[in-house]
């Protein structure tokens, strides 16, 4: 594995405030929240979530992206079930029961019907796709001539080597420098030997002092944890300016 399946980290974090901009669309039986920037433009980014899906934090992120520029997309890649917040905060997500009902076989068909809704109906030339945790598997999988232009991940889990290995465009990561569980240093390090045969453009950041989840679900009330989400988020568009 180049990163390890999600674990009791995933199921943690904190609520951030704001009311999202965006709508909720019902594309091809998948519900679908878009927000859109203020001109027009042929560049979005497919928003991969972690296991809350669509939820305030992360429609405020995509509400970010569009203020950055992009048409932002985000699927319901669970059809309704992902992990709630209410769980998360009671103790009673269950992951291991979970993760069974959401493989890639159930989350490739949804990422398809939104990739080409994103190509054929919004008109969208280039796609970068962004993935939380979860979605950072994805992000992986996609990155291929006509699915995703270019990638970022945000303390990815789940991914193999082989589908790392097998990415054909830029791909840049975010990471929590000593705590993550999930995408460790050793795996880290293989990452990076794993990227180098790939022969893309790639880069992978690392922030002290927080924790897996930092850049979707980081406590804004704490200063270093405010700070690298903020600057995760940097990175995301800058990779994607330097490489759409």
């Known amino acids: 594995m180049a990163s390890n399946p999600p674990a009791a980290c995933c199921a943690s974090g904190f609520k951030h405030e704001g009311t999202p901009l965006g709508e909720v669309k019902n594309v091809d039986g998948v519900n679908t929240y878009i927000t859109s920037p203020k001109d027009k433009s042929d560049k979005a980014v497919l928003f991969l979530t972690d296991i809350f899906g669509i939820f305030p934090n992360a429609q405020l992120l995509a509400d970010e992206f569009a ?26 997500a269950d992951l291991p029961a979970w993760l069974p009902k959401h493989q890639p076989g159930n989350i490739d068909p949804i990422i398809e019907k939104t990739i080409k809704y994103m190509r054929e109906t919004l008109n969208v030339k280039k796609i970068a796709a962004v993935g939380y945790c979860f979605g950072g598997k994805y992000v992986t999988r996609y990155l291929k001539p006509g699915q995703i232009d270019v990638g970022y991940s945000a303390h990815p889990s789940f991914i193999t080597h082989e589908e790392l290995g097998a990415i054909k465009g830029p791909f840049s990561i975010a990471a929590a420098a000593e705590t993550d569980s999930i995408f460790t240093t050793q795996l880290r390090h293989e990452s990076e030997e794993t990227l180098i045969k790939a022969g893309q453009p790639w880069q992978i950041n690392l922030f002290s002092g927080v924790a897996h989840g930092f850049a979707v679900r980081g406590d804004l009330n704490d200063k270093t944890q405010k700070w690298a989400k903020e600057q995760a988020f940097c990175q995301a568009v800058v990779w994607f300016n330097q490489h759409l």
């Open 67 to 92: 203020n950055n520029g992009f048409l932002t997309v985000i699927p319901d890649l669970f059809d309704g079930d992902q992990i709630s917040v209410k769980d998360m905060e009671s103790g009673k």
